[in-house]
């Protein structure tokens, strides 16, 4: 679902518009798996691809992401490569029996989004004493770093605000925020 | 023949469909399902959980199909550098064009049914194989 969002743009007024849906509340998907100890290069696939995709690793062979068409895919997929590997794997979708245990697990996930944000915004403030090209290189370098954290970010701290904008700082862009779009 | 994907095809089902077309089977028949037991005992399934042509190891299906069935041609390779990305995102390659495709595809999968989806993206991804192709001919962008 959507959240209703009013933005003023300097040229064009106030604007109404959509920002990014949150899954629905209360649904995940699961992925369990077990996995051979040796050979260890699946295992270290495995463990990359969940450090990309942001999981929730809620016990020993058991991750979790809220569910969404593009979730339910890629835990999918992991469980197809993890049996190609001789491993087993299954793919569920699941509901938290409280909200309390739901933000147990929210928490965490956040916080590492917001490690991840407060990094991208340290090193956006550094770069921007830095010399040309240096600088547009750092620049372009950041935004990279910041499109890969918002893919595994699914509830949006305060700190990816802060990160966009000392990244539109480094571009020297106006501090109104120009319409984006993403997935 | 009949071949059968899952619903709501996005970048790599529709890329696939395109190559299976091009180069597999130009009658080709698609059939949309929601899973692996759906699947008409006629048809040959791809880009699902269990089936051949799927993501095997680190490749998504489109690249799965071209190893399978011998396909070298670089123009495709580069195609399936953009299909990877837009559908792993995992920077196994360069390819920023994948942003892109994938929101035009999330956008018309959005709008329009499986079928008309198919029948939008074969002559994008017509168009952008004879881009490619003349780039790598020419050695840099034709236009």
């Known amino acids: 679902m959507g959240r209703l969002v009013l933005q003023w743009y300097r040229n064009r007024g106030y604007m109404v518009f959509m920002v990014d849906s949150v899954p629905a509340p209360g649904e995940w998907v699961f992925l369990t798996y077990r996995l051979p100890r040796v050979p260890s290069a699946p295992r270290l696939a495995l463990w990359r691809k969940f450090k990309r995709l942001g999981v929730a690793q809620l016990a020993d062979g058991l ?65 921007r004493d830095a010399a040309e090209p240096e600088r547009t290189r750092g620049l372009r370098r950041l935004r990279a770093q910041m499109r890969r954290v918002e893919r595994r970010d699914f509830f949006r701290p305060p700190q990816r605000e802060q990160a966009r904008q000392a990244l539109k700082d480094l571009a020297g862009q106006e501090l109104v925020a120009p319409m984006e779009v993403s997935s | 023949m009949r071949w059968a994907t899952r619903a709501g095809v996005h970048i790599d089902r529709s890329a696939c469909a395109w190559l299976i077309v091009r180069h597999l089977d130009p009658q080709a028949q698609f059939v949309f399902v929601s899973g692996p037991d759906e699947v008409p005992d006629d048809a040959t399934a791809f880009d699902m959980r269990g089936a051949e042509l799927g993501h095997h190891g680190s490749d998504c299906t489109f690249e799965t199909i071209l190893r399978r069935y011998d396909l070298a041609d670089p123009v495709l390779w580069r195609i399936a550098a953009i299909v990877h990305e837009a559908d792993l995102e995992d920077d196994h390659y360069d390819a920023p064009e994948a942003a892109g495709f994938d929101l035009i595809l999330r956008a018309l999968a959005l709008a329009h049914t499986d079928k008309e989806v198919l029948s939008m993206t074969a002559p994008i991804f017509d168009a952008v194989y004879g881009y490619i192709r003349r780039s790598v001919i020419a050695g840099g962008n034709p236009a």
């Open chain 1, 63 to 127: 991750v979790a992401l809220p569910a969404d068409v593009r979730t339910r895919e890629h835990l999918e997929w992991a469980a197809e490569e993890i049996e190609e590997a001789g491993g087993t794997a299954g793919v569920w979708v699941a509901r938290p029996s409280t909200r309390a245990l739901e933000r147990s697990v929210i928490e965490p996930m956040n916080e590492a989004r917001a490690g991840e944000y407060a990094e991208i915004a340290r090193q956006a403030q550094l770069a």
